[in-house]
């Protein structure tokens, strides 16, 4: 009796435990998916700017306005987290204030904390009621 027990709390806990296990890689919505920025904090981009995002396989990969960029990102249920963020350092002369849109562009995605994809589009917010709002990329 004693070993049905054991054998029957083995099993429980196996299958509680992978209950509970995040959504990996292979169960990713996001990846394998290019977009593109349409707007972040309701705010259209500078006419001539084009920034964009890429998953895949964890990582998180595009062209911020200016420079290229890169990390790592990890999504769980609705929430997402970008980390290890790195960048070209190029200097763009235009248009203007297209560096200090970069630089909030890639501040907005280092704190992203939730995602939806809602009528074609992705949603990436950094806070409760701003987002990152982007749309699926043209393939060439």
Same mark, same amino acid.
């Given at each position: 009796?004693?070993?049905? &027990?054991? %054998?029957?709390?083995?099993? *429980? ?6 209950? *509970? ?6 169960? #990713?919505? %996001? $990846? ?10 309701? /705010? ?5 700017? /084009? ?5 895949? #396989? !964890?990582?998180?990969?595009? &062209?911020?306005? *200016? &420079? ?9 249920? $609705? ?12 200097? *763009? =002369? !235009?248009?203007? +204030? %297209?560096?200090?849109?970069? @630089?909030?562009?890639? +501040?907005?995605?280092? /704190?992203?904390? /939730?995602?939806? =994809?809602? #009528?074609? @589009?992705?949603?990436?917010?950094? &806070?409760?009621?701003?987002? =990152? ?5 043209? @393939?060439?």
């Amino acid at each position: 009796m004693k070993r049905f &027990n054991w %054998l029957t709390a083995l099993v *429980c806990s196996a299958v509680l435990v992978s209950s *509970c296990s995040p959504i990996g890689v292979t169960n #990713d919505p %996001l $990846d394998e998916t290019s977009w593109e920025l349409y707007a972040y904090r309701k /705010t259209a981009l500078l006419e001539g700017s /084009t920034i964009t995002i890429r998953f895949e #396989d !964890g990582q998180v990969s595009g &062209n911020s306005g *200016c &420079n290229g960029y890169g990390g790592r990102y990890e999504v769980y249920g $609705d929430r997402i987290t970008v980390s290890e963020l790195f960048s070209t350092m190029m200097a *763009c =002369l !235009g248009p203007e +204030g %297209l560096m200090e849109q970069e @630089q909030r562009y890639l +501040g907005y995605l280092g /704190t992203a904390r /939730t995602y939806r =994809l809602k #009528d074609g @589009q992705l949603l990436v917010y950094w &806070n409760e009621h701003e987002a =990152l709002t982007f749309v699926p990329a043209v @393939q060439e």
